[in-house]
């Protein structure tokens, strides 16, 4: 699996970019998708998980509420929409995708198998 992230960018607070993942490969359906980020000197975070069918979603703390994670398995696309961002949302967004048929989100990003460029995402005040 080969993945594709875009719509990152400069973006006011309070801001609302929309951020897409494209992957290519057989057996999108088959894996469980992941947006992670990572801000400056910081670790690798946890942001929004979806399950195989998009029936299960899990969200950090720091964006429930303000960040919604879909999957659309007809065209292979992870999209993650926020809203009111905030400064400290700022960080280079990766996708990840792993090979899973559960429901169980995972948040521990080495159990995910391909990643994404990542997208960077600067949020001024």
């Known amino acids: 699996v080969q993945l594709q992230a875009s719509g990152g960018g400069l973006v006011q607070a309070g801001g609302s970019p929309r951020l897409s993942c494209v992957a290519s490969?057989?057996?999108?359906?088959?894996?469980?998708m992941a947006w992670f980020r990572q801000a400056p000197g910081k670790e690798r975070e946890f942001v929004a998980g979806i399950n195989w069918n998009g029936g299960t979603k899990a969200y950090a703390d720091s964006v429930l509420g303000r960040f919604t994670i879909d999957r659309d398995n007809t065209k292979n696309t992870v999209s993650l929409q926020s809203r009111n961002l905030k400064p400290e949302d700022t960080g280079v967004y990766y996708c990840?995708?792993?090979?899973?048929?559960?429901?169980?989100?995972?948040?521990?990003?080495?159990?995910?198998?391909?990643w994404g460029q990542g997208t960077l995402v600067t949020v001024s005040s």
């Open positions: 490969g057989r057996n999108f359906i088959h894996h469980a």
């Open positions: 990840a995708a792993r090979f899973a048929a559960s429901y169980t989100i995972v948040r521990d990003e080495s159990d995910y198998d391909w």
